[in-house]
């Protein structure tokens, strides 16, 4: 869940994972850890038509919630962080 300071600008003033409730550390606008942001927009053929959904994980509630996968996620290694 993100809490911003300016809605217009969307600078990001806390985030807090939507499962655990862990506040994870930012400084300056800037996240200092490994968080997940999810968003979905439902559509045609779902029980939520219409719907938009956003959640924030921290990185052990998405290990976790992973390590349940029938089918891992695909990993690949990234040259240049951004």
């Known amino acids: 869940m993100r809490k911003y300071e300016n809605q217009n600008e969307r600078q990001i003033q806390e985030i807090f994972c939507n499962c655990c409730g ?3 550390r930012i400084e300056k606008g800037i996240v200092q ?4 942001h999810g968003q979905v927009q439902w559509g045609y053929f779902s029980k939520k038509d219409g719907e938009s959904h956003t959640f924030d994980l921290c990185e052990e ?3 976790r919630l992973t390590a349940g996968f029938q089918i891992p996620p695909e990993k690949n290694m990234e040259r240049e962080l951004l």
């Open 22 to 24: 862990k506040k994870i």
């Open 33 to 36: 850890e490994g968080v997940f």
């Open 61 to 63: 509630c998405y290990d």
